[in-house]
């Protein structure tokens, strides 16, 4: 992407992001990126998701595009499908097969490529798993109780009560980057705290078992992208399960029916004005992000023409842009068999690192036998 403004800015000082830490992996993420254009060779990636359904814009621009871009800057990727973490939503592990092989399948369309990136499912790693023991006896129950995204997820859930697996999966997630001691993580400011988890058992685990001058694990860091604020052609946050988010598998007409149906406000003259305009703004941002254009100058081209041409442009452009990651992705969902060798080639790239790690994390125990 060449344009600059096409990205919200970094978020500026909030009482939320300091409290995360925000600014300061603002500013490490600025450093690192410009280490992995001279050194792409001494990074290893662990991005991931969980299978709930097919990816839809929001993801991209926000991660898949990233990623693609990372890999083809020549880093090593994992890409982790996180079943288990699903398991907890019985909507979605009603239909699990199903949502893991359409993300393999969005990730394919978007330009993963298996040769080069390793996407695989965490519960078919038993190695990956194992390391979740002596991890949870490296935190504490009141640290895993104050991990604000857990909370939150909590909050928000609609289970009566909250499942086990539900309170340690951070601690999980520290299995999924540890396992193949991934250095880089690209993620949204939510998954901060669970990062800055894994961190401190990292730490944890070397001064325990570890020789001095020879940890086991890495401390990985964050990566963090100015994703861009895409809402939902509703105007909140977009997601499936809101019926507002253009999936990257929806046909051109079923696109062209949610951007006829969004949210836009009176004013017939078109601007650029996330603040004051969101919904206008966020329409006019997704059009730039397709075509590669600044989004004031989408937005002056349109002028007074109002939300009828907004929307065409919007349509066109998403359209065009996604045409050929449809064609490639209707292609490839003719060859399930493909699509479930993807998977099981990634598992077994996965099992084989997760393995050798266990060997060492038991070595570092001492407990071979
Ligand atoms: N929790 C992440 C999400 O909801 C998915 C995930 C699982 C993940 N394990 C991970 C992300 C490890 C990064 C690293 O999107």
Redesign the pocket.
């Known amino acids: 992407m060449t344009t600059s403004l096409a990205t919200t800015p970094p978020a500026g000082p909030s009482a939320v992001s300091d409290e995360l830490g925000v600014p300061a992996a603002q500013r490490r993420s600025a450093a690192l990126e410009k280490l992995i254009r001279e050194h792409p060779e001494r990074f290893r990636v662990?991005?991931?998701?969980?299978p709930t359904g097919r990816l839809h814009l929001g993801h991209y621009f926000g991660t898949l595009h990233n990623r693609v871009r990372l890999q083809d800057l020549g880093v090593e990727m994992m890409v982790?499908i996180?079943d288990y973490?699903v398991l907890t939503d019985r909507d979605v592990a009603d239909r699990l097969t199903g949502h893991v092989e359409d993300l393999v399948l969005d990730y394919l369309a978007v330009g993963v490529d298996p040769e080069r990136s390793t996407v695989f499912a965490?519960s078919a790693i038993p190695a990956l798993n194992q390391l979740l023991l002596p991890f949870l006896s490296l935190i504490s129950v009141a640290e895993l109780g104050r991990n604000p995204t857990v909370k939150d997820e909590i909050a928000h859930s609609r289970q009566s009560a909250v499942s086990g697996l539900m309170f340690t999966?951070p601690a999980?997630?520290a299995a999924?980057?540890l396992f193949c001691k991934a250095n880089l993580?690209?993620?949204?400011q939510?998954?901060l705290p669970?990062?800055e988890l894994t961190r401190t058992i990292a730490r944890r685990f070397n001064n325990r078992y570890g020789d001095v001058g020879n940890p086991v694990f890495p401390e990985p860091e964050a990566l963090l992208s100015a994703a861009p604020l895409l809402l939902g052609t509703d105007g909140t946050k977009m997601s499936k399960s809101r019926g507002n988010a253009i999936a990257l598998a929806a046909t051109a007409d079923e696109t062209a029916r949610l951007i006829r149906g969004a949210k836009t406000d009176p004013d017939p003259h078109i601007t650029y004005d996330p603040a004051t305009r969101p919904e206008v703004s966020s329409l006019v941002l997704l059009a730039a992000l397709c075509l590669d254009r600044d989004p004031h100058q989408v937005a002056g081209d349109i002028g007074g023409r109002g939300a009828g041409a907004l929307k065409a442009t919007v349509t066109e452009a998403v359209n065009g842009y996604l045409a050929p990651i449809r064609a490639r992705r209707s292609q490839l969902a003719q060859d399930r068999g493909y699509i479930r060798r993807v998977l099981h080639d990634g598992n077994e790239r996965a099992t084989a690192i997760a393995e050798t790690t266990l060997m060492e994390v038991r070595a570092a125990m001492k407990a071979l036998y």
């Open positions: 662990l991005t991931g998701d969980r982790l996180a973490q965490h999966y999980h997630q999924d980057i993580v690209p993620v949204g939510d998954q669970h990062l």
